[in-house]
């Protein structure tokens, strides 16, 4: 590619395929996503998320969540009409499959930001094309300043994502689970990183 030539995507046919974006909480996944859609204009998509829990302020049906109630999510369940599901505090969280066909069918490329669970779930749709990057803090105690740097939940919610992020950890060692694994020590070389492998492939 010449120099200064802007930056295009692939060619390939996996080109349009979503990419999943995971890793423990505060580790700066939505932070990097949003990096790429202020980046990139008109090239990326999230996809709004069905669940059963009531509207809380602000939220908007359609833009914020599809909220539905717990007998119509079961039924979607036994439909397969979820790539991932999840429940968490007594409601159900989930991606449905056609959402993410619709923003596929505009041209886009599908940005999900999911969890473990959500992940191994994705992988057993063996119909389902998609690519796994996944965001690694430089260590736990770097993990947990910045959680607690928010300061937003209480240490004993702190340890639990702890806790969870060291599972999330180790399955990221899972041979072929991820298709690239970044580090997120500095959010300005990660974004650096994402974006090259996003458009040039895992050989940059």
Excluded: C
Aim: charged share 20%.
């Amino acid at each position: 590619m010449a120099p200064g030539m802007p930056i295009t995507p692939r060619a390939e046919d996996q080109n349009r395929w979503p990419f999943v974006i995971s890793g423990p909480s505060g580790v700066g996944k939505g932070t990097l996503a949003q990096k790429l859609f202020d980046a990139h204009p008109g090239v990326f998509a999230s996809t709004v998320s069905h669940t059963t829990r009531a509207p809380r302020s602000g939220e908007v049906e359609g833009a914020s969540y599809y909220f539905i109630s717990i007998a119509e999510f079961e039924l979607l369940i036994s439909q397969n009409a979820f790539v991932e599901y999840t429940s968490f505090s007594g409601h159900y969280y989930g991606t449905s499959k056609h959402t993410i066909a619709e923003q596929i069918a505009k041209g886009l490329v599908v940005l999900l930001d999911i969890e473990m669970h959500g992940v191994k779930q994705i992988k057993m749709h063996p119909g389902f094309n998609a690519r796994y990057v996944f965001i690694k803090p430089p260590s736990m105690e770097e993990l947990g300043a910045r959680l607690r740097g928010r300061g937003t939940e209480s240490e004993e919610s702190i340890q639990k994502r702890l806790t969870t992020a060291e599972a999330e950890l180790e399955y990221s060692k899972t041979p072929g689970v991820h298709d690239i694994i970044i580090t997120n020590n500095n959010i300005e070389e990660a974004f650096e990183k994402l974006n090259k492998y996003i458009f040039y492939g895992p050989t940059v």
